[in-house]
C-alpha cells in the first residue's frame, strides 16, 4: 500500500491512466449543494491563494493495454467525478486553456481504450458523461448533466475570471491510498470498511454487494454484477432491498439479525460457509425473487398468492423469512406445493387472529426465528409450526367473542376490509375486484335526527359496535348511501353483487364463517 498527498493536477496528469468506477459503485449521486460547496472551497482557494484538502481516493492498481494504468476507484469517485466536470466547464468557458486542460487532465490522447476519456464512470452514468466530454446533446434525466451546467452557471456568475478558477485547482490537495491486486497483500475490502465506518454510512446492501464485488477482477465483476446484482436492485427499492437482506439472513442463520447488524452477520455467514461470491450471488438471487413474489403476490399458485396477498394486508412482514423457506422447499422437492398452503395459511390464521383479537405481536420474530430451524421435531414442519403457536393462538371462541365487540375498522392495515374480502371470497365463487371497494358503515359514523328516532340510544349503540364485524359491509356506492336510513340504504343493498348484502336484508349472520376460515 502507498498512501501520501498529492496536488489534484499530479494526480490527474499521469499519462496513460483510466480512473475506473468499478461497475458495483453507486451511480453518480452528488446534490446540488455539494456542488455548489466544491464550488466555493475553489472560490476561497483561488482568493486566498491557498492549499484546500478535498479528501482521499483509494484505488487499486491494474496494468491495461499499451503499458496504461487502471485506477479502480474504491473510495472517492464521487468527488473526482465532479471535479472532472468542474474541469470541463472550465475547459468551455476559456479557450486560452481548453487544449491544456483537456489534454493533460480529462482525455487520454494516445489511448485508445475508454474512448481517450481518462474517467470511466458507471454504465449508468457513461453515455450523459461521454455526452458533456464531447460536447454532445443529452435529454435524459442525469445528474451529470445537471451538475455540469450548474458548474457553467456558477463559472458565468464568478467575480473570478475563468482562468484564474483552473490555476486555483492546483491548490486542491488530496491523499491518495494506492492498493495492490496482489491477493497476497491488503485486503482493499478491510479498508474500504475503515474509511466508510464514520460520517454518513453506506447502506448494508451496497457494505454487502462491495464485499461480494470488490475482491474480483474486473471482468468478473461485470460478470457477477450483470447476471445477478443488477437483477436484484430491478427488483427493491434500497430499503426494501435492506430488509430482504436481513430476513434473507434469518433463513439461513435461523437467528434474530438487528438492523444495523445486518452487513456484519453477512460477512459471517459468507465466510463460515465458505462460499465464492458467484455462489452467494447465485443464492441471494434466488430468494430475492422468491421475495419480490411475496411482496408482489406473484408466485406460480393462485391460493398461495391469495394467502400471501393477506399477510401483505396484514403488514406482517416479519414472517416473510419463513414463507421464503416455504418457497424454496417446493423449488427443492422436499415439500409438495398443497404442504406449503397448509403451512402458510396456518400462519396466516395465526396473524389475523392475533390482530382481531388484539394480542400483542412481538414475539413473532423468535417464532420465526425458530420456524426456519428445519433441524427440530425430526423436520416435521407441521408439527413445529404448530408446537411454536400453539401457546398464543386464539382459538375460535376467543375470535368468535371478539369479532363480537373489537372495533375491527380503526384497527391498522384495513384489517376490516381484510375480514370482510375474505367473507366475501367464501361465499362466492364470481370473481369480483374488491380493489376500489370501500368499507360501508351501515350504521353511519355521524348519526342524523333519523338515526336517532328508529335505534333507541343510537349514539351509545354507535360508540359500542360501530365499528365491529357486524357494522360493516363492502361497496362501491359508500358516497352515496352516506348517512342515509337503514330503510334506504337497504335498497342498495338489494343490487348490489355484494354476496353479503343477504345477511344485510335477512338478518343472519355470517360471523361463523369467518371464524371456520381462519
Known amino acids: 500500500m502507498k498512501a501520501d498527498s498529492i496536488h489534484l493536477f499530479d494526480f490527474l496528469g499521469n499519462g496513460k491512466t483510466i480512473f475506473e468506477i468499478p461497475v458495483f459503485q453507486r451511480n453518480y449521486e452528488w446534490d446540488r449543494e455539494q456542488c455548489k460547496q466544491l464550488f466555493k472551497d475553489l472560490t476561497v482557494a483561488a482568493q486566498t ?19 496504461s494504468h487502471i485506477y479502480r476507484i474504491i473510495d472517492g469517485q464521487q468527488r473526482l467525478t465532479s471535479l472532472t466536470l468542474l474541469l470541463k466547464a472550465l475547459s468551455v468557458a476559456d479557450e486560452h486553456d481548453q487544449a491544456e486542460i483537456e489534454e493533460e487532465y480529462l482525455t487520454n ?33 442525469s445528474k451529470v448533466i ?18 484564474k478558477l483552473y490555476e486555483a485547482m492546483n491548490h486542491f490537495n488530496m491523499v491518495y491510498i494506492e492498493l495492490s491486486s496482489d491477493p497476497n497483500e491488503e485486503n482493499p475490502q478491510v479498508i474500504f470498511e475503515s474509511l466508510n465506518s464514520t460520517g454518513v454510512s453506506l447502506l448494508p446492501s451496497d457494505l454487502v454487494r462491495n464485499f461480494l464485488l470488490m475482491r474480483l477482477d474486473s471482468q468478473q465483476q461485470t460478470i457477477l454484477y450483470k447476471n445477478y446484482w443488477v437483477k436484484i436492485e430491478r427488483m427493491f427499492a434500497t430499503k426494501t432491498f435492506a430488509e430482504f437482506i436481513r430476513h434473507y439472513l434469518v433463513v439461513k442463520t435461523h437467528t434474530s439479525v438487528k438492523k444495523n447488524g445486518v452487513y456484519s452477520s453477512y460477512k459471517d455467514y459468507f465466510i463460515s460457509n465458505g462460499l465464492s461470491s458467484e455462489q452467494a450471488l447465485a443464492d441471494l438471487f434466488k430468494f ?7 411482496l408482489n403476490h406473484k408466485s406460480a ?19 416473510f423469512p419463513y414463507l421464503m423457506l416455504l418457497m424454496d422447499l417446493v423449488d427443492t422437492a422436499k415439500i409438495n406445493q398443497e404442504e ?21 405481536t412481538n414475539g413473532l420474530n423468535k417464532i420465526v426465528v425458530g420456524l426456519c430451524d428445519l433441524s427440530k421435531e425430526g423436520g416435521n414442519l407441521r408439527l413445529r409450526l404448530l408446537r411454536l403457536l400453539k401457546a398464543n393462538f386464539p382459538d375460535d371462541r376467543k375470535l368468535l367473542e371478539s369479532l363480537m ?30 380493489d376500489d371497494a370501500q368499507v360501508e358503515h351501515i350504521m353511519p359514523q355521524r348519526l342524523n335526527a333519523e338515526w336517532r328516532l328508529q335505534v333507541a340510544n343510537a349514539d351509545k349503540v354507535k360508540e359500542q359496535y360501530g365499528g365491529t364485524l357486524g ?26 353483487n355484494v354476496s353479503l348484502r343477504t345477511c344485510l336484508i335477512s338478518k343472519k349472520s355470517d360471523i361463523v364463517l369467518l371464524k371456520s376460515e381462519f
Open 49 to 67: 491563494n491557498t492549499d484546500h484538502f478535498i479528501g482521499a481516493i483509494v484505488y487499486v492498481t491494474e496494468t491495461g493495454n499499451k503499458m
Open 405 to 434: 365487540v373489537v372495533d375491527l375498522y380503526h384497527q391498522r392495515n384495513h384489517l376490516a376490509k381484510l375480514s370482510l374480502v375474505i367473507l366475501e371470497e367464501h361465499r362466492t365463487r364470481e370473481t369480483i375486484n374488491f
Open 471 to 496: 357494522n360493516l359491509t363492502l361497496t362501491k356506492y359508500n358516497q352515496e348511501m352516506s348517512n342515509k336510513p337503514y330503510s334506504e340504504k337497504k335498497e342498495f343493498y338489494k343490487d348490489s
Open 288 to 294: 430475492a425473487s422468491y421475495y419480490d413474489q411475496i
Open 109 to 141: 490522447k494516445y489511448l485508445d481504450d475508454n474512448n481517450h476519456l481518462k474517467l470511466k464512470p458507471v454504465e449508468h452514468d457513461y453515455e450523459a458523461f461521454y455526452s458533456v466530454m464531447n460536447r454532445l446533446d443529452f435529454d435524459k434525466p
Open 340 to 360: 406449503a398452503i397448509q403451512l402458510a395459511h396456518i400462519l396466516e390464521s395465526y396473524l389475523f387472529r392475533l390482530k382481531a383479537c388484539q394480542m400483542p
Open 301 to 319: 399458485d393462485d391460493r398461495f398468492n391469495k394467502i400471501l396477498e393477506h399477510i401483505n394486508v396484514m403488514d406482517s412482514k416479519v414472517v
Open 146 to 163: 445537471d451538475n455540469y451546467r450548474l458548474f457553467q452557471k456558477l463559472i458565468k456568475s464568478s467575480d473570478i475570471d475563468s482562468s
